[in-house]
Structures are given as structure tokens and as C-alpha cells.
């Protein structure tokens, strides 16, 4: 018996799916992408983000055709292709990555909060507060954590208008020269937006827990386009707002765009901003850490609640003695673009080892 099958009471329709992707995938690279992005392929930038688009939906389908052929989670996956051992070994990578990718994300925010808003308040602090509202959303199961995906695209989807109103002080020609740019720094422009795009292969996880999976797919499709759609949109709007200078010196493009908005009533509409942001943010903590604590529940046959414990107390510990700009630095550029490179490569290789498998018990 497949040890990933779920209750039915416990599993989300397939149109969830949709929520599920997009929420996870909008996080904090929306924020900064732009920059990296801009020093490699200037305004060529939207050539890599389609492309990086199309990567995900080929990873996407690579993904449903692997649980067509072996349903389950990618604990299971690996464990009937490559034995216990070596499965297993495979497995605790992608728990570790679902890990940091989580841990990367809160520590990410926090900073965030610490430069626009509460300069002095303690990283630990916030994320204490942080890791008691996700246990207590782990606590509500799958089903309430796909609910907070949902609500987090109703709540902040008005956010993609904010920018819309720099456009009164952009200038169209910034768009110009198109097509400058050689295959190769297009390419590294596609690695270098992999962080925007992240989260799609959270399914490999959560997969068990939809209704009737396989026909999930169409709305998987949907929300990683919307992404792509919406990260373009973000860059087209970066470009001719900043000089290629500007944003290639600015940190968080789509926030410093933000401030020149001044209404009667606020005058720092980045704190809006920032402070709603977490609607967006919240799914991108949960998730990860879900995914990662349901993984060494498989692994190990122990409740779900003690590796979220013991994950949570690291996340502590390490915003109270290890965080800082230097090591967040570091830490981004573990997850991207090295985690996109790894995602890219295995997946493929693992649906031609099951492949292999088939064919062999065939013979």
C-alpha cells in the first residue's frame, strides 16, 4: 500500500491547486528580481522570464507525468526508484531544501520589515511571532493552509495596481535597445530570476492531498502562467520607471517604486505596502516548512508537530545569534539559482529512471 495516500477528508479540490502554486511562487523575489535581472540582460529581461516560464511548465508536466506513473509524494517517488537507502538520501535533500527555501523566506521578510520600518525591533522577536502564527496554521492540517493561499491572492492582488501609478513618471523609451543581448547573458538572466519562480514544486509534496490529482494539472499550469504574466508585467513597469543605471543599484525596485506614491491622507505608502506584504508572505512561509516536517513524518513515523518544533527553535536560533545582511546574502544565493539548477536537473532524470524501471519489470 502506498504509505502517501491520504484521507479523503483531509484533501482540497483540484482548483485549489491553482491558489496553491501561484501563492507560493509570489513571494519576496517579486521584490528584488528585477535587479540581478536588469545587470545581465537590461531590456532584454522579459526573454528570460518567458523563458524561465516555460521552464516551470515543463517541470510541472514533468512532475504530473511522474505521479501518473507513480502516485504518491516524492518520499514514496523516490523510495520505489532508487531503493530505501539511496531514496531516502535523495528524500532528506529535498526536506532540507524545503527547509532553508522557508527559513530563507522569514529571515528575508524580517529584514525587509527591519530596513523600511522597525529598525530596532529584534530579528528574533519577529520571528517568534512568525513561527507562532505558522504552527498555529500547521495545526489547523492542509486544508486550512490552503485556505490561507486563497485568501492571500484575494487580499493582496489590489497590490499590482500600486505601481501603475509610477508610470506617470517613466519614460517608454527605457524599453529600447531590444534584442541586444547575446543567448548566453539571456540565459544567466533566466537563472537569475529562478527566485521569483519558485514554489511550483511544492506539489511534490502536496500532491496526495487533491481530490482526484491528475486533473489538478490544468490549474497548476494556470497559476505558475499567472506568475510569469504578473513578473513580467513588474519588470516591463521597472524598466521604464528607472534608468538601467538605477535599477541595477536598487535593491528592491518594486518597493522603491512604491514610495513615490503620496496621497493627503499617508505619506509613506511603502509602509502599506511592506505591512500588507505579508498576506503575500504567509503562504510562502507555511508551505515550505509543511512540506519539510511532513517529509521526516514519512521518513522517520513520527507526528508532524516535533520536526515543526525542532525547525522552528533553529529558525530562532539562528535569527537570534547568525542572521545578518552578510549571511541573508549568502543564504539567497544558495537558493537561487542553485536550487532551481538542482529542481531542473533531477526531475528529468528521475522520470527517465522510472522509465528505465518500467520497462525493465516489463521484460
Not at 63 to 92: A, R, T
Not at 202 to 216: C, D, R, V
Not at 252 to 258: A, N, V
Not at 266 to 275: A, C, L
Request: proline letters at 4%; charged letters at 10%.
Amino acid at each position: 500500500m502506498n504509505q502517501a495516500s491520504v484521507n479523503d477528508k483531509y484533501k482540497v479540490s483540484p482548483l485549489y491547486v491553482f491558489f496553491l502554486v501561484h501563492a507560493m511562487q509570489v513571494g519576496l523575489g517579486l521584490l528584488s528580481f528585477q535587479r540581478d535581472l536588469a545587470k545581465v540582460t537590461g531590456t532584454d529581461g522579459w526573454i528570460s522570464i518567458l523563458l524561465a516560464g516555460l521552464i516551470v511548465h515543463i517541470l510541472i508536466w514533468i512532475i504530473y507525468k511522474i505521479f501518473s506513473m507513480v502516485p504518491g509524494d516524492i518520499i514514496y517517488v523516490n523510495n520505489h526508484v532508487f531503493g530505501k537507502w539511496i531514496g531516502n538520501l535523495f528524500s532528506l535533500i529535498f526536506i532540507l531544501y524545503f527547509f532553508v527555501l522557508g527559513m530563507t523566506i522569514i529571515t528575508g521578510y524580517i529584514n525587509i520589515i527591519h530596513i523600511w520600518i522597525f529598525d530596532e525591533v529584534p530579528s528574533w522577536a519577529l520571528s517568534l511571532v512568525f513561527l507562532v502564527l505558522i504552527y498555529y496554521i500547521h495545526t489547523g492540517g492542509f486544508r486550512t493552509i490552503t485556505g490561507i493561499a486563497f485568501f492571500a491572492i484575494i487580499l493582496s492582488y489590489w497590490l499590482i495596481f500600486v505601481p501603475i501609478y509610477g508610470l506617470k513618471y517613466s519614460d517608454f523609451t527605457n524599453l529600447l535597445p531590444i534584442f541586444d543581448h547575446t543567448l548566453l547573458e539571456i540565459m544567466k538572466g533566466t537563472r537569475s530570476t529562478a527566485f521569483s519562480m519558485l514554489g511550483f514544486e511544492m506539489i511534490l509534496m502536496f500532491y496526495p492531498f487533491i481530490k482526484n490529482a491528475e486533473t489538478s494539472k490544468k490549474y497548476a499550469h494556470r497559476g505558475a502562467f499567472l506568475t510569469t504574466l504578473l513578473t513580467l508585467f513588474m519588470y516591463l513597469i521597472s524598466i521604464v520607471f528607472y534608468s538601467q543605471k538605477q535599477l541595477a543599484i536598487t535593491i528592491w525596485p518594486t518597493l522603491s517604486l512604491t514610495s513615490v506614491i503620496h496621497l493627503p491622507f499617508i505619506q509613506r505608502f511603502e509602509y502599506i505596502m511592506v505591512s500588507w506584504w505579508i498576506f503575500v508572505i504567509i503562504p510562502n512561509m507555511v508551505i515550505p516548512l509543511w512540506a519539510a516536517s511532513r517529509g521526516i513524518k514519512r521518513l522517520f513515523n513520527v507526528e508532524q508537530k516535533y520536526p515543526l518544533w525542532v525547525m522552528s527553535i533553529i529558525i530562532l536560533l539562528i535569527n537570534i545569534f547568525f542572521i545578518n545582511l552578510d549571511s541573508l546574502y549568502i543564504l539567497n544565493k544558495i537558493i537561487n539559482p542553485y536550487s532551481m539548477c538542482f529542481i531542473v536537473l533531477y526531475l528529468p532524470l528521475l522520470l527517465v529512471f522510472i522509465k528505465i524501471k518500467k520497462w525493465r519489470n516489463h521484460l
